[in-house]
C-alpha cells in the first residue's frame, strides 16, 4: 500500500509516502510559496522511492484548522491528484497530526488562531490511534476547559501567545510544553494509513478543508471597540 501525504497547515511544507511500514518525508519552510513547491516535492519525493503516480492507493492531506489558504492548496492539490488518479482521499486533522508525531500519550494540541483565539483539541493515546477528548475547538484562552487529570504535553503555536498564558492557565495538568511544533506530512501518513486500514476513504470530489471559522479579521471598528 501507497499514500502519499501532503501538509501545508503552516509555513512549512511537507510530503510523505506512507508504505506498509515504513514512511518516507521531505519538509521545507515555504512562507507564502507552498503552491509553487508542493507538486515538484511530490515528484522529487515520489522519484526517490521509485513509486510511480499510477502506483499510489490514496491521498493524504492536512485538513486543519490552520493556515487558510495552507489547508485549501493541500486540499486542492490532493484533490486533483484524487481525480486524476481515481484514487480516495483521507483528510486528517492537523492537530491530530501533531499528537501524533509528538512521542506522548496524552497531548495538548493548541494553535495560534489570531484576533485572540486558539484552535485546540485534546487526545489520548489509545489501542488504534487517538482519543479525542475534546473534538477540534476554536476558543479562547480563558475559555478552555482544563483536562482531566496531569501528565498532559502541550503542543503547538497557542503555547507562545501572551508570553505564555496557556500553559499558565493549565497550571499542575501540564507536564511538558513546546510552541515549537507544527503539522507533519509524516504524521498525516501515518493517520491515514489506519484510516485507509478501515476503508475510511472519501471520495475526492467530497473532500473538505476543516473551517473552524470563516473570519480571519477584524474590522476597523471592532479593533477599535476591544478593551
Given at each position: 500500500?501507497?499514500?502519499?501525504?501532503?501538509?501545508?497547515?503552516?509555513e512549512?511544507?511537507?510530503?510523505?509516502?506512507?508504505?506498509?511500514?515504513?514512511?518516507?518525508?521531505r519538509?521545507?519552510?515555504?512562507?507564502?510559496?507552498?503552491?509553487?513547491?508542493?507538486?515538484?516535492m511530490?515528484?522529487?519525493?515520489?522519484?526517490?522511492?521509485?513509486?510511480?503516480?499510477?502506483q499510489?492507493?490514496?491521498?493524504?492531506?492536512?485538513?486543519?484548522?490552520?493556515?487558510?489558504?495552507?489547508?485549501?492548496?493541500?486540499?486542492?492539490?490532493?484533490?486533483?491528484?484524487?481525480?486524476?488518479?481515481?484514487?480516495?482521499?483521507?483528510?486528517?486533522?492537523?492537530?491530530?497530526?501533531?499528537?501524533?508525531?509528538?512521542?506522548?500519550?496524552?497531548?495538548?494540541?493548541?494553535l495560534?488562531?489570531?484576533?485572540?483565539?486558539?484552535?485546540?483539541?485534546?487526545?489520548?493515546?489509545?489501542?488504534?490511534?487517538?482519543?479525542?477528548?475534546?473534538?477540534?475547538?476554536?476558543?479562547?484562552l480563558?475559555?478552555?476547559?482544563?483536562?482531566?487529570?496531569?501528565?498532559?504535553?502541550?503542543?503547538?503555536?497557542?503555547?507562545?501567545?501572551?508570553?505564555?498564558?496557556?500553559?499558565?492557565?493549565?497550571?499542575?495538568?501540564?507536564?511538558?510544553?513546546?510552541?515549537?511544533?507544527?503539522?507533519?506530512?509524516?504524521?498525516?501518513?501515518?493517520?491515514?494509513?489506519?484510516?485507509?486500514?478501515?476503508?475510511?476513504?472519501?471520495?475526492?470530489?467530497?473532500?473538505?478543508?476543516?473551517?473552524?471559522?470563516?473570519?480571519?479579521?477584524?474590522?476597523?471598528?471592532?479593533?477599535?471597540?476591544?478593551?
Open positions: 500500500m501507497y499514500l502519499l501525504a501532503l501538509e501545508t497547515s503552516s512549512f511544507c511537507s510530503v510523505a509516502l506512507a508504505m506498509e511500514e515504513d514512511c518516507l518525508s519538509e521545507m519552510e515555504a512562507g507564502q510559496r507552498h503552491s509553487a513547491v508542493l507538486l515538484p511530490i515528484d522529487a519525493l515520489l522519484a526517490d522511492a521509485g513509486v510511480a503516480r499510477r499510489l492507493d490514496g491521498i493524504a492531506f492536512g485538513a486543519g484548522p490552520g493556515s487558510f489558504t495552507g489547508v485549501r492548496i493541500a486540499c486542492s492539490v490532493a484533490q486533483g491528484l484524487g481525480l486524476g488518479l481515481g484514487l480516495p482521499l483521507y483528510p486528517v486533522v492537523t492537530l491530530e497530526a501533531m499528537a501524533e508525531m509528538s512521542g506522548h500519550d496524552r497531548v495538548i494540541a493548541a495560534d488562531a489570531r484576533l485572540e483565539e486558539i484552535y485546540v483539541a485534546v487526545y489520548r493515546r489509545a489501542a488504534q490511534g487517538w482519543e479525542c477528548l475534546l473534538a477540534p475547538s476554536l476558543t479562547t480563558d475559555a478552555l476547559p482544563a483536562p482531566p487529570g496531569g501528565g498532559w504535553a502541550g503542543l503547538g503555536s497557542a503555547f507562545a501567545m501572551k508570553d505564555g498564558a496557556l500553559a499558565r492557565r493549565l497550571g499542575g495538568h501540564l507536564a511538558w510544553s513546546t510552541a515549537a511544533v507544527h503539522a507533519e506530512a509524516e504524521g498525516v501518513a501515518r493517520l491515514a494509513r489506519l484510516l485507509a486500514r478501515r476503508g475510511a476513504g472519501v471520495d475526492a470530489a467530497l473532500a473538505r478543508p476543516l473551517y473552524l471559522r470563516d473570519k480571519v479579521a477584524l474590522t476597523i471598528a471592532e479593533r477599535s471597540a476591544r478593551p
